[in-house]
């Protein structure tokens, strides 16, 4: 942890990250898509999305609603379950 508090040092990690994607060959990717894909991830995962709240450090439901997006096969296999047990 840094002495402000954060669990790592911005300019620290920009360097890597930007070493990284020079290395790699990939310029389209910013370390802000990984935010969302962590989210997107994390609530496909645990379904609760307080958890993805507290897990990203976000301050309110409405930014990690911005972050967590639904993906077509997480909406398509929760619809089928609703639809069992509506039929059972």
């Not at 890597?16 to 994607?21: G, L, S």
């Not at 496909?44 to 930014?63: D, F, R």
């Amino acid at each position: 942890m840094v002495a402000d508090g954060r669990v790592f040092n911005i300019l620290e990690n920009r360097e890597w990250w930007t070493k990284a994607r020079r290395e790699a060959k990939v310029n389209n990717l910013r370390w802000h898509d990984l935010r969302h894909t962590f989210a997107t991830r994390l609530m496909a995962s645990s379904k609760n999305l307080k958890v993805v709240k507290e897990a990203c450090g976000h301050g309110s439901i409405a930014t990690t609603t911005r972050y967590a997006h639904v993906d077509l096969q997480t909406l398509t296999v929760e619809m089928a379950g609703l639809n069992r047990r509506r039929a059972a």
